[in-house]
């Protein structure tokens, strides 16, 4: 630990083993060091190939995050005044409030644990911070309903990320972003799954845009069952080629995506910002999930949220009817150079030469030639 990280520990140990840990901890000012969220992010990005393709930003105690809606394409425009150039840029940014969605996590903690001492409790902290930011966050970036801000009961607002499954220009203030229709896909040959490439190739305002990859989000059975099978080539000597795609593919196995539908899109095109918000990665206390009287839960925050930057970067496919790849096999008429047989008789049918080796290419033979009927001056060659 660092010396940062082990005071915080030794503080939060202290404050837990007071006689009133809630009065104790509602004093308390330190945040989680951004450290041991540094390191929870950096653990996530790897083991999670879904949130290493994805644009993933550590936002700190951030509680707005503005990022471009233009593909990077911002252009400069001549004018008399800046005020057209500025209205012209502002246009193309767009802010992401990490402070409406959040995710929270419980930390059951008994009076022994604190014995443990500062570097238990920090491996324990980002064990639970890891799992629940992992799960929450896989979730949210593919299912994800978005924040229905507009809806009159609080109670029923949707406080979640808007997934790559869904349809950013079809909301509903109660349920959210619905799904988007999903394209069934039959095969992943070179005219399809190029066609489905090129949707991406042009973004939201009709610009076009260089794809040098994508990425393919599947659930674990389906990579199984229909994406390893439509994309396995049986080679000449007998061994498979696997992941045999007709344009640059990542593929990402998630449990949060459906069976039967993938999403297919430009990873680097999904933002997800996450931080400790304003509070730093305070934790409280409660006794409200106090299960028993030598342990007490408690409950730390961190707040962030995430959405497709526009609605034309990621595809819901319905790969229901995927079929395996067989390769295809065309059969062509064609002449034959050589050839099969050749035979030379005399007029009385006598063979002239025995044998026809397609090797050998000149034959040489002599014939009588008598000045009588039926003599053997006719000589008959059938190739």
């Known amino acids: 630990l660092t010396s940062e990280e082990n005071k915080y520990y030794q503080k939060i140990i202290e404050a837990m083993r007071s006689n ?41 105690a951030l509680i707005e995050y503005v990022y471009s809606t233009m593909d990077d394409r911002h252009l400069a425009t001549w004018g008399k005044l800046c005020s057209t150039i ?54 949210g970036i593919i299912n994800g309903r978005g924040v229905a801000e507009g809806a009159a009961n609080p109670d029923d607002r949707i406080y979640e990320p808007i997934g790559m499954t869904k349809d950013l220009t079809n909301f509903d203030l109660i349920t959210g972003y619905a799904d988007k229709v999903a394209i069934p896909v039959a095969d992943f040959g070179p005219e399809t799954y190029g066609g489905l490439v090129a949707q991406l190739a042009v973004n939201r305002n009709g610009l076009h845009r260089t794809v040098g990859e994508v990425l393919l989000v599947v659930n674990p059975v389906d990579y199984l069952t229909k994406i390893n099978p439509a994309t396995t080539v049986k080679k000449p000597d007998g061994t498979y080629a696997n992941g045999i ?41 409660s006794d409200e999930y106090k299960f028993l009287d030598d342990e ?16 034309t970067s990621f595809l819901l496919l319905d790969i229901s009817g995927l079929k395996p790849f067989y390769p295809v096999v065309r059969v062509a008429d064609y002449v034959e150079a050589g050839l099969k047989s050749l035979s030379a008789v005399d007029k009385k049918g006598n063979a ?19 000045e009588s009927p039926n003599d053997n001056n006719t000589v008959t060659i059938k190739a």
Request: hydrophobic letters at 40%; aromatic letters at 12%; proline letters at 5%.
């Open 352 to 370: 002239l030469f025995e044998g026809f080796d397609p090797a050998i290419h000149y034959y040489e033979e002599d014939v009588d030639d008598v």
């Open 20 to 60: 009133n840990p809630q009065q104790a901890l509602s004093g308390f000012d330190d945040v989680l060091p951004k450290t041991v969220l540094d390191a929870v992010f950096d653990d996530i990005t790897e083991e999670h190939p879904l949130l290493g393709a994805i644009k993933f930003e550590n936002a700190a």
């Open 245 to 285: 795609f007709p344009f640059p593919t990542k593929v990402v196995q998630s449990a949060y995506m459906a069976q039967g539908k993938a999403v297919l899109g430009i990873g680097k095109r999904y933002l997800m910002a996450m931080g400790a918000g304003t509070n730093g990665g305070k934790i409280e206390y």
């Open 296 to 311: 007490r839960y408690y409950l730390i925050k961190l707040y962030g949220t995430g959405r497709p930057l526009d609605n």
């Open 86 to 139: 500025t209205k012209q840029l502002s246009a193309g940014f767009a802010k992401l409030s990490l402070s409406q969605t959040k995710l929270s996590a419980f930390l059951p903690i008994c009076k022994a644990m604190l014995d443990l001492g500062p570097a238990w409790l920090d491996r324990y902290v980002r064990t639970i911070l890891y799992e629940a930011i992992a799960n929450g966050l896989e979730d």
